[in-house]
C-alpha cells in the first residue's frame, strides 16, 4: 500500500495550454480522494500524470516513497477503472478479471484464487462464465473493477467509472463502491464532474477550477465552507443563491435589491470593514414562518415544483444575482429570475404568489463582491 503526493505538479502541453498549475495535493494511505470540477478543470489530466500516461511538466510526483515522475505506467505498481469498461467480448468474466494475472505467468491456481477472491468481494462469483454481452451494465462495470482488484496494486484509479450507468444503477453503484474501497484499504484517486457523487463518496474532495486547486477538504467541510462563491455554488443541488448586498452601517442593515434587512449583532461583526458583499443563502435554508431572530426577502414565486415532501420554488426579486464565476447580471434576465428555495412540505405556494422568504443568519454565506472570497 501507498500514498501519493502531487509537489508543485504543472502541466503544459505544447503551444503553451497551462492545464494543471502547482499542484500541490497528498493523498494518504487508504484514503478516497474525490477530484471534481467543470469539463476542462484539469481533474482527468491530474490522473492520467499520476498513471503514467502523461508526462509531469515540472514539479514531484511520488507514490509511496518513491519519485515516479520518470517511471512508465506498468513500473508503478496502479490498477486503473475507466469510464468505458474494454472488457474483452471472447472472453468469460473469469478470463477478463485474470487476464493481466496471466501475462505474468502465475500459476493458474494463483489465477483462480485471486480471481475467485475479487469476485466475492463484488458479489459476482455466479456470472464468472458469462460472457460480457450477456452482462447488464452495472455487472460490467463490476467486471472492470474486479480486474483491477486481482492485481492487488498499491494505488487505485477510476475516471468517471459510473458515468454510463443510469441514475437508479449509479446510486447504487456509488455505495458499493466506497465499501469496496474501505475494505481493501487502498488510497484511491477518484474523478467525477458529478458533485454529489463527490461529496456521497470522498473521504476528501478536492475541487478543480481552471487546472487550480480552489480547496480540498472533507465533504462536510466543503459544504459549510466553501473558500469562494465558485465553490459555494458548485458543491449543492440546486445551488447556493448568491445575491449582490450593500451595507449601510447608519441603519445596521444590508440593502439587497430595494429591500433591507436588520444584521444580527454578530453578522454586523462579521461585515466590519466592508461595504460591497455578496449574500449567499442555500435554497434548502429558506423557510416560510416567521420565526424569532430570523430575518426575511420578499419576493415573487415564479414556478412551482411540486416533489411531495417539499416544494421547489423558483422566484424572482428586485436583487442582481451573482454567479459562482464572479460575474453578475440582472435577476430578470434568467428564466427563473435565478433564485431557489426549498420549501418542506406540499401545496403551501403557487405561481405569482408574493411571499418572504425567512432564513437564519447564522445559515447565511458572505463573501467579498470583488474576489469571491469567503469572509471570516
Known amino acids: 500500500m501507498a500514498s501519493i503526493t502531487l509537489e508543485q505538479v504543472n502541466k503544459v502541453y505544447p503551444g ?25 478543470c484539469g481533474k482527468t489530466t491530474t490522473l492520467r500524470m ?5 508526462e509531469v511538466t515540472s514539479g514531484t510526483l511520488r507514490i509511496g516513497d518513491r519519485v515516479v515522475n520518470g517511471l512508465e505506467p506498468k513500473e508503478r505498481d496502479i490498477a486503473m477503472v475507466f469510464q468505458n469498461y474494454a472488457l474483452y467480448p ?20 494463483t489465477i483462480a484464487q485471486r480471481v475467485h477472491d475479487a469476485s466475492e468481494i463484488l458479489g459476482i462469483t455466479d456470472i464468472l462464465n458469462k ?9 460490467r462495470q463490476r467486471v472492470a473493477m474486479g480486474r483491477a482488484i486481482v492485481r492487488e496494486p498499491s494505488i487505485f484509479l477510476m475516471d468517471e467509472p459510473l458515468s454510463n450507468l443510469d441514475a437508479k444503477l449509479r446510486v447504487k453503484m456509488r455505495a458499493e463502491v466506497k465499501l469496496i474501497q474501505e475494505r481493501l484499504g487502498v488510497a484511491t484517486i477518484y474523478v467525477t464532474h458529478d458533485q454529489m457523487e463527490a461529496m456521497t463518496l470522498g473521504d476528501r474532495v478536492a475541487v478543480l477550477r481552471n487546472g487550480e486547486l480552489l480547496q480540498c477538504t472533507t465533504p462536510h467541510d466543503l459544504y459549510f465552507n466553501p473558500v469562494d ?8 443541488s440546486p445551488a447556493m443563491n448568491l445575491l449582490e448586498a450593500v451595507v449601510d452601517r447608519t441603519s445596521a442593515s ?22 460591497h458583499v455578496t449574500l449567499g443563502i442555500r435554497p434548502e435554508h429558506f423557510f416560510l414562518e416567521d420565526v424569532p431572530n430570523s430575518a426575511g426577502l420578499v419576493a415573487e414565486v415564479k414556478l412551482v415544483e411540486e416533489l411531495g415532501y417539499e416544494q421547489m420554488v423558483h422566484f424572482d426579486l428586485d436583487a442582481k444575482i451573482v454567479r459562482g464565476h464572479g460575474e453578475s447580471e440582472d435577476a430578470t434576465n434568467d428564466i427563473y429570475g435565478g433564485r431557489t428555495a426549498r420549501i418542506a412540505g406540499s401545496g403551501e405556494l403557487k405561481q405569482r404568489d408574493r411571499v418572504t422568504l425567512h432564513f437564519k443568519w447564522s445559515d447565511v454565506y458572505l463573501f467579498d463582491a470583488a474576489t469571491g472570497i469567503a469572509l471570516p
Not at 19 to 40: F, H, R, T, Y
Open 90 to 109: 471472447h472472453m468469460s468474466v473469469a478470463e477478463n478479471i485474470g487476464f493481466a494475472l496471466r501475462l505474468q505467468n502465475l500459476p493458474k491456481s
Open 16 to 40: 503553451g495550454y497551462h492545464a494543471i498549475k502547482d499542484l500541490n495535493l497528498e493523498i494518504a494511505d487508504g484514503e478516497l480522494m474525490v477530484l471534481v470540477g467543470p469539463s476542462g
Open 131 to 139: 460472457k460480457p454481452r450477456q452482462l447488464s451494465g452495472g455487472q
Open 229 to 236: 462563491t465558485f465553490v459555494a455554488t458548485f458543491i449543492g
Open 50 to 54: 499520476v498513471a503514467g500516461l502523461e
Open 254 to 275: 444590508l440593502v439587497v435589491g430595494s429591500q433591507k434587512i436588520a444584521l444580527s449583532d454578530e453578522t454586523a461583526k462579521r461585515l466590519a470593514g466592508a461595504t
